[in-house]
């Protein structure tokens, strides 16, 4: 059997930045004595007392909730809320293979793809469980219950700002493949498919690397990371090598699904706002070069905008600028179903896809009978509203003095330098989010999301070597922390950092590296009880 390993890489994360950049204390020690720490004072942080994380579109009610990331911003009106849960219902429905005559609604899955509705990779709004084999199987292939997958692309150096003369600095796909694995695919999608039912453009396999990591005060834990191999790709199932994916140039990196609550918030920060924490040359000297990532507009374009870029707001590595290019992206991209901002199929004009449509005699095109895309715009625009519009929970135990201990220490280490704890949202009609009018409940907001939406350098140990517009193989956008102490009551099963290979806090912090090795590492020399007190913050986030 021909197969390609990944090298295993953490491509992941300014995510779940835990203990961010840089650090602004050298002195704590793993053998220090410890008081019981004191109440608020003024010399605190200033998010140390804060429950409502997201103004008035906080969710009040979903504590210790499997269902805590599931909530509308209480503030819609009662016509936006019959929008949201419109975008509920959709956000959950399974697509099937086209025709389907009794439902030609549900149709249009595919023919290949990650998964067949949102949730399967948002699972309750939150992150899917990770996928780990048993110890008789060693290695599992990823398959429906999944949420995660590779993306893909050429090797092409660096792009420092995006223009028509470079494509707008967007990744070179794979000939044949694109810039996203499918490992999934309808009955048909593959020419050998009588013998690989179901197949996708290739078979991803996952296993693990288990090390131990051993802090100063002889105290252990092991961290995993994950070795990803693909086999039995399309354009040569007999003979990986031959594959295009085997070629030296080919680049890999796991996407896991991210939280889907609070985006609308994230979205309507002021553009302005963000950019002021830039330093692309650390001229303060503090370790810490926030840079933005400009990425190409589907939305502008589409408009006929000569100069189709906008900051870079969300996925891994801050590549897409709205809700609504992130939602009908992955509506197109992860499960192959068209709708009217991404028209064509994710493989149009690649050999598999000419040779399926050959196949099945056209009867899937990506496109009905009028020509119109798979998706309607009602359940496209529901689907966006909805993401939009899921509130952010309330902290919890904010009043436990170990919670607030940990609250001071993230602010000594320094992790508020990538994890920036408080905006304000823009006001205002003119506020659109995807060049649709905002709701109102997301602006004027003041909201607590720690993340300065910028990328870092997170260090060798979480690169990836793949570029995504401006952003470097080693560079990723900072993760939002707000409701990640509710991650493992909404999915006991779901993990951290960009492909879930930590299970716990403690663990994604470990893995830190770069402008956050600093600050690692001064964790790492606390006393477990420090350690502890900061993980209590966290979980009370």
């Known amino acids: 059997m021909n197969v390609k390993a990944i090298k295993p890489i953490l491509f992941a994360f300014t995510a779940i930045s835990l203990v961010a950049c840089g650090s602004k204390t050298s002195d704590k020690s793993a053998t220090e004595t410890t008081t019981p720490p004191p109440t608020s004072s003024e010399t605190d942080p200033n998010y140390i007392d804060v429950v409502t994380?997201?103004?008035?579109?906080?969710?009040?009610?979903?504590?210790?909730?499997?269902?805590?990331?599931?909530?509308?911003?209480?503030?819609?009106?009662?016509?936006?809320?019959?929008?949201?849960?419109?975008?509920?219902?959709?956000?959950?429905?399974?697509?099937?293979?086209?025709?389907?005559?009794?439902?030609?609604?549900l149709d249009g899955l595919g023919p290949v793809f990650n998964n067949n509705n949102c949730n399967a990779c948002h699972q309750r709004d939150g992150r899917p469980s990770t996928i780990v084999p048993t110890a008789e199987q060693q290695t599992v292939k990823l398959a429906n219950d999944a949420g995660i997958f590779l993306r893909v692309s050429l090797a092409d150096g660096v792009c420092e700002m995006p223009s028509s003369i470079n494509d707008f600095c967007q990744v070179s796909g794979v000939e044949g493949f694109g810039d996203q694995l499918f490992h999934r695919g309808i009955l048909q999608a593959r020419e050998d498919w009588q013998s690989h039912n179901f197949g996708g453009q290739a078979d991803v396999y996952l296993s693990y690397d288990y090390t131990e990591f051993s802090y100063p005060d002889g105290s252990t834990v092991t961290l995993k990371k994950p070795i990803f191999t693909i086999d039995n790709a399309w354009d040569s199932p007999?003979?990986?090598?031959?594959?295009?994916?085997?070629?030296?140039?080919?680049?890999?990196?796991?996407?896991?699904?991210?939280?889907?609550?609070?985006?609308?918030?994230?979205?309507?920060?002021?553009?302005?706002?963000?950019?002021?924490?830039?330093?692309?040359?650390?001229?303060?000297?503090?370790?810490?070069?926030?840079?933005?990532?400009?990425v190409f507009d589907a939305v502008k374009a589409q408009a006929g905008d000569e100069n189709p870029v906008s900051l870079g707001r969300f996925g891994w590595k801050a590549s897409t600028p709205s809700v609504r290019q992130q939602s009908l992206g992955a509506l197109r991209g992860d499960m192959g179903v068209t709708?009217?901002?991404?028209?064509?199929?994710?493989?149009?004009?690649?050999?598999?896809?000419?040779?399926?449509?050959?196949?099945?005699?056209?009867?899937?095109?990506?496109?009905?009978?009028?020509?119109?895309?798979?998706a309607s715009d009602e359940f496209a625009d529901t689907v966006v509203f909805y993401a939009e519009t899921l509130a952010v929970p309330a902290r919890r135990n904010v009043a436990d003095e170990g919670v607030k201990a940990g609250a001071r220490l993230f602010d000594d280490l320094n992790c508020t330098g990538c994890h920036t704890p408080r905006f304000v949202t823009?006001?205002?009609?003119?506020?659109?989010?995807?060049?649709?009018?905002?709701?109102?409940?997301?602006?004027?907001?003041?909201?607590?999301?720690?993340?300065?939406?910028?990328?870092?350098?997170?260090?060798?140990?979480?690169?990836?070597?793949?570029?995504?517009?401006?952003?470097?193989?080693?560079?990723?956008?900072?993760?939002?922390?707000?409701?990640?102490?509710?991650?493992?009551?909404?999915?006991?099963?779901?993990?951290?950092?960009?492909?879930?290979?930590?299970?716990?806090?403690?663990?994604?912090?470990?893995?830190?590296?770069?402008?956050?090795?600093?600050?690692?590492?001064?964790?790492?020399?606390?006393?477990?009880?420090?350690?502890?007190?900061?993980?209590?913050?966290?979980?009370?986030?």
């Open 53 to 105: 994380l997201a103004g008035d579109a906080t969710a009040l009610d979903t504590n210790n909730s499997g269902h805590g990331f599931s909530t509308p911003m209480p503030n819609l009106s009662d016509s936006e809320l019959d929008i949201h849960l419109t975008g509920d219902a959709n956000f959950e429905t399974s697509f099937t293979t086209a025709p389907n005559d009794a439902h030609p609604e």
């Open 238 to 294: 007999e003979n990986f090598s031959l594959s295009a994916l085997a070629n030296e140039d080919v680049r890999f990196s796991a996407r896991n699904g991210m939280p889907v609550f609070g985006l609308g918030l994230l979205e309507a920060i002021e553009e302005q706002d963000i950019l002021a924490l830039e330093d692309v040359d650390d001229a303060d000297n503090d370790g810490i070069s926030g840079k933005a990532n400009w």
């Open 339 to 374: 709708n009217s901002l991404f028209p064509e199929e994710s493989i149009a004009n690649t050999l598999m896809h000419e040779s399926y449509l050959s196949r099945t005699n056209y009867q899937d095109t990506g496109s009905d009978e009028q020509g119109l895309p798979e």
């Open 426 to 541: 823009a006001n205002g009609a003119a506020l659109l989010l995807g060049a649709v009018a905002a709701p109102a409940a997301v602006k004027g907001q003041e909201i607590w999301p720690f993340t300065d939406m910028l990328l870092h350098d997170m260090g060798e140990e979480l690169a990836d070597n793949r570029r995504d517009f401006m952003a470097t193989g080693r560079e990723w956008k900072t993760r939002p922390l707000w409701g990640i102490g509710l991650t493992k009551t909404v999915n006991p099963a779901a993990g951290f950092l960009h492909d879930g290979r930590a299970a716990t806090l403690e663990e994604a912090i470990l893995w830190h590296g770069g402008e956050a090795e600093k600050s690692k590492r001064e964790f790492t020399e606390l006393s477990s009880e420090k350690r502890a007190h900061l993980i209590s913050f966290l979980q009370s986030l």
